[in-house]
């Protein structure tokens, strides 16, 4: 079975600061990793993934991930916040394996941006 | 491309009714998948329909149901409604290859 844990369900960081989320995961087989944000009474949007080839990986937003698969890690990054930055996000895994859609979530981290 | 379409985005329902709610995915997506989202158990997965047939099941009542019609668009039906059914319902679809999906605004439930 996997599972996803994000430490720290409140992360509050000053604009311009560096932003570090925290993923690890339990995977049996190798994972698909990704990183979803979501603003308030909106959905899911993908900001990042890791399927195969390059550990780091970079998505919108200026976000980037790099996957640690002797830490079973996969933080996310931000070299300097921006006040839009400001919303939940949440790690999720998959398995390597076509017809498998299912995604685990971790439970979220609460990113406040303070001016 | 017009992005993945929920509706309606708002319900209210009393315990004991059944409701339907109806998921449009991204045209040329065949996977749809659906999430329930509460404060207390954050994000799961309830099931995902590829081709009109469900592939994966997650861990709910037989309550939860759903079906996916020829051209992709899928429902979800909840019947006999509990208080603890409400939630913010997220839909996703994808290519059905297991690499990302993408999600629709939701439909928030409200059961009283």
């Known amino acids: 079975a996997q599972s996803v844990t994000q430490l720290g369900s409140h992360v509050s960081v000053s604009e311009g600061a560096l932003v570090l989320l925290r993923c690890n995961y339990s995977?049996?087989?190798?994972?698909?990793l990704f990183w979803y944000v979501q603003y308030p009474n909106q959905g899911l949007q993908l900001l990042l993934k890791?399927?195969?080839?390059?550990?780091l990986v970079k998505g919108i937003n200026g976000f980037e991930a790099e996957f640690k698969k002797s830490e079973t890690s996969f933080h996310l990054t931000k070299p300097s916040a921006h006040m839009s930055d400001a919303a939940e996000y949440f790690c999720?895994?998959?398995?390597?394996?076509?017809?498998?859609?299912?995604?685990?979530f971790g439970t979220g981290t609460r990113l406040t941006i303070i001016p | 491309k017009a992005g993945v379409t929920q509706t309606p985005r708002y319900l209210i329902k009393t315990r004991g009714q059944q409701v339907t709610l109806s998921c449009s995915p991204i045209s040329g997506h065949r996977s749809v998948s659906w999430y329930q989202q509460t404060p207390g158990q954050g994000l799961q997965f309830l099931f995902e329909?590829?081709?009109?047939?469900?592939?994966n099941k997650g861990n709910f009542p037989g309550r939860f149901s759903g079906r996916q019609f020829s051209n992709s668009r899928s429902e979800m039906n909840v019947s006999t409604l509990e208080l603890g059914d409400s939630a913010l319902y997220l839909c996703?679809?994808?290519?059905?290859?297991?690499?990302?999906?993408?999600f629709g605004p939701g439909t928030r439930l409200t059961v009283t």
């Open positions: 329909y590829f081709s009109e047939t469900q592939r």
């Open positions: 996703a679809s994808s290519s059905g290859t297991g690499e990302e999906q993408y």
């Open positions: 890791y399927t195969t080839g390059a550990t």
């Open positions: 995977s049996s087989v190798p994972p698909y």
């Open positions: 999720a895994v998959s398995e390597v394996n076509f017809g498998n859609e299912k995604l685990t």
